[in-house]
Nanobody, 119 residues
Framework: QVQLVESGGGLVQPGGSLRLSCVASGFTFSNYVMSWYRQAPGKERELVAFITSGGSTNYADSVKGRFTISRDNAKTTYLQMNSLKPEDTAVYYC??????????????WGQGTQVTVSS
């Protein structure tokens, strides 16, 4: 059974930090690109950052220099968020997308974790 379980969201003041975690199970982690998406109220879901199994990363312009995505051999993907702004408020979703010929058709989502940046 495939699962992506996110944690680490919460309420933080502007300028603060949070670290989100996403624990994967039920699939071969190394065959998937891991990403974080977010969706704010009334807006479309947007890609925040992704990381390949080889460690290559890419970020949305709005978070470059503030957020860092990483992954480890324990099937966990992290999103370190620093210098948070009110506009970072959203539900953050973990995503796994197949990156091999055998897995390219597969994509999985976590249930989401709420991040609220407010004073």
């Amino acid at each position: 059974q495939v699962q992506l379980v996110e944690s680490g969201g919460g309420l933080v003041q502007p300028g603060g930090s949070l670290r989100l975690s996403c624990v994967a199970s039920g699939f071969t982690f190394s065959n998937y690109v891991m990403s974080w998406y977010r969706q704010a109220p009334g807006k479309e879901r947007e890609l925040v950052a992704f990381i390949t199994s080889g460690g290559s990363t890419n970020y949305a312009d709005s978070v470059k220099g503030r957020f860092t995505i990483s992954r480890d051999n324990a099937k966990t993907t992290y999103l370190q968020m620093n210098s948070l702004k009110p506009e970072d408020t959203a539900v953050y979703y973990c995503n796994a997308k197949g990156s091999t010929i055998a897995t390219i058709r597969y994509q999985y989502w976590g249930q989401g974790t709420q991040v609220t940046v407010s004073s």
